[in-house]
C-alpha cells in the first residue's frame, strides 16, 4: 500500500487518467474528488462489498430455484413392459 500525505487541493494521479483531489478537510474526515474516464467504475468500499454480498446471495437462490424447476420437468419413471 502507498501511503500519501496531500494537504487541501493537491492531487494524486494515478495512470495518466485518474486524478484525486483533496476538496475539503474537516476534523478526522476529508472530502476527495476523483476525476476518472467514464468507463473507470468507482465505488466506496462497503458499497461494492454489499453489492458482492447481495450478487452472491441472489446467486444462491437462483441455484435453489433452477434445481426446483428441473424436479418439476422431470418426468416420473414408469415401467414399461
Avoid at 43 to 68: D, F, P
Amino acid at each position: 500500500m502507498l501511503i500519501l500525505t496531500r494537504k487541501k487541493d493537491e492531487k494524486i494521479l494515478i495512470n495518466e487518467d485518474i486524478k484525486v483531489t483533496v476538496v475539503e478537510i474537516k476534523g478526522n474526515k476529508i472530502k476527495l474528488g476523483i476525476e476518472a474516464p467514464d468507463e473507470v467504475e468507482i465505488l466506496r468500499e462497503e458499497v461494492y462489498k454489499s453489492v458482492e454480498q447481495e450478487n452472491i446471495e441472489a446467486t444462491k437462490e437462483s441455484k435453489v430455484q433452477l434445481n426446483q424447476l428441473k424436479k418439476f420437468g422431470k418426468k416420473p419413471d414408469t415401467d414399461e413392459e
